[in-house]
């Protein structure tokens, strides 16, 4: 008989235990044959049975949930990002350990570690639950977390790589994460990012446009050595994917207005991939 998801969990988080650490009191954690993850001074973090830990230190709330997890995995599933998986894959080098940040549902991180042709050793964290359950149940042989960077479950330079795909940044966790040689990647819309969608919800207002000049900005103040590649891409998209690209993006979330199959057939994806080290 093969390993229930728990126990393949559970081996994939033991065998990779060193990039944990207790987020009450910041020591290494040892995982259990039953999944939980425990530390020296006997915090706990017991493991579902969909296979991930959740290691929040408080309560939290998302406003994201399970419609739009399942949305998003749809859309990504569709290989959008595709051009954009490239640049990435394109800085990554020989055996690699890397954190995707805000990961969501995972489907980003599982697309990356698929492509890969070395070893990659891949966990997830994100604060939604609902995303961290989707991910588990999809896809094994990775370490998916709920957690809060803020209170981080992870040990001081532990990862190759940190990507921030589209989703709030922690720079000062990212840098005690992050090993010395290590590399921080943050996807950042640029002017053109879905702008057939933004044309549908926003025509003629200011929010038609977008600048991420703040952010960029921001990204440079807190690494020596920057370096941003726009990735630029109009893509044919299939019509029952459009009400699922609305539902999840920001912009459709407060929208009265119904977006249905084939108001788009094509979208642009255009972002700023930021290289941090």
């Known amino acids: 008989m093969g390993l229930t998801k728990k126990q393949r969990a559970a081996n994939y988080f033991a065998q990779h235990r060193a ?5 009450i009191c910041h020591e290494a954690m040892m995982v259990e044959e039953n999944g939980t993850v425990r530390c020296e001074e006997n915090h706990s973090f017991d493991m579902a049975k969909q296979g991930y830990v959740n290691m929040m230190t408080h309560p939290a709330t998302s406003m994201y949930d399970k419609s739009l997890f399942e949305a998003r ?5 569709s290989d959008l990002y595709r051009a954009v998986y490239n640049v990435i894959l394109a800085e990554l080098d020989g055996d690699v350990a890397i954190l995707d940040t805000g990961c969501g549902e995972g489907s980003h991180l599982a697309k990356l570690k698929e492509s890969y042709a070395s070893s990659m050793v891949a966990s997830g964290i994100d604060i939604a639950k609902e995303g961290i359950v989707q991910a588990a149940k999809n896809y094994a042989d990775m370490m998916w977390v709920v957690g809060d960077l803020a209170k981080s479950p992870y040990a001081e330079n532990a990862f190759d790589v940190i990507l921030n795909f589209l ?17 921080v990647i943050k996807i950042v819309p640029q002017a053109g990012y879905l702008r057939e ?3 549908l919800f926003f025509a003629d207002s200011e929010k038609e446009s977008y600048s991420n000049d703040k952010t960029v900005a921001r990204f440079s103040e807190n690494f020596d050595d920057v370096r941003v590649q ?6 044919s998209i299939r019509s029952e994917l459009v009400p699922l690209l609305a539902h999840m993006t920001p912009m459709g979330w407060h929208q009265e207005q119904q977006i249905e199959a084939g108001m788009l057939t094509e ?3 255009d972002v700023d991939v930021l290289i941090g080290q």
Request: positive net charge; charged residues 30%; proline residues 8%.
């Open 19 to 23: 990039l944990l650490q207790c987020p």
């Open 73 to 77: 995995k749809e859309v990504i599933d």
């Open 167 to 183: 989703s709030p940044a922690n720079y000062e966790e990212f840098k005690r994460i992050l090993k010395p040689t290590g590399k």
């Open 197 to 199: 969608l933004r044309a």
């Open 230 to 235: 726009r990735v630029t891409t109009t893509l």
């Open 267 to 269: 979208i642009t994806i």
